[in-house]
C-alpha cells in the first residue's frame, strides 16, 4: 500500500490554477516534515515547496508568491496551491516526507532529505 498518494493534477491554460493534494497513511503525519518537487524528463528532480512539522515553509524563488503550500493533520492531508501557472510549471509533482529531528528547513528542498515519496501527480500547462 502506497504511504504517499498525489492527486489534482491536470491540464491547465497559463494563468490558470490547481491544487494537488497529497494523502498520506501508515505515518503518524503530524511528525513528519513534508514537501513537495516537481521533475520534468531529463532534468533532476526539483524541490518546489517545504512545511515542517512546526509550520515553516520554505518555496523555490520560481513559485514564490504564486504558489502555497499547507497541511492538514487533522485530514493527514499535504495540499498545494498553484496560481498564474506558467508553461514552465509543466512537470510530474510528487510529494515527500521525512521523519527527523533536528531538520533545517534551509536544506528542505534537497531530495537528499527525504525518505519517503509518492508515485506523482502529471501537472501540464499549456495553451
Known amino acids: 500500500q502506497e504511504k504517499l498518494v498525489e492527486s489534482g493534477g491536470g491540464s491547465v491554460q497559463p494563468g490558470g490554477s490547481l491544487t494537488l493534494s497529497c494523502t498520506v497513511s501508515d505515518l503518524t503525519f503530524s511528525r513528519y516534515h513534508m514537501a513537495w518537487f516537481r521533475q520534468v524528463p531529463g532534468k533532476e528532480r526539483e524541490g518546489v515547496a517545504a512545511?515542517?512539522?512546526?509550520?515553516?515553509?520554505i518555496y523555490a524563488d520560481s513559485v514564490k508568491g504564486r504558489f502555497t503550500i499547507s497541511r492538514d493533520n487533522s485530514k493527514n492531508t499535504l495540499y498545494l496551491e498553484m496560481n498564474s501557472l506558467k508553461p514552465e510549471d509543466t512537470a510530474m509533482y510528487y510529494c515527500?516526507?521525512?521523519?527527523?529531528?533536528?531538520?533545517?528547513?534551509?536544506?528542505?528542498?534537497?531530495?537528499?532529505?527525504?525518505?519517503?515519496w509518492g508515485q506523482g501527480t502529471q501537472v501540464t500547462v499549456s495553451s
Open positions: 515527500a516526507a521525512v521523519w527527523v529531528t533536528p531538520f533545517q528547513i534551509a536544506n528542505a528542498l534537497n531530495q537528499n532529505e527525504y525518505s519517503y
Open positions: 512545511v515542517t512539522t512546526e509550520g515553516a515553509i
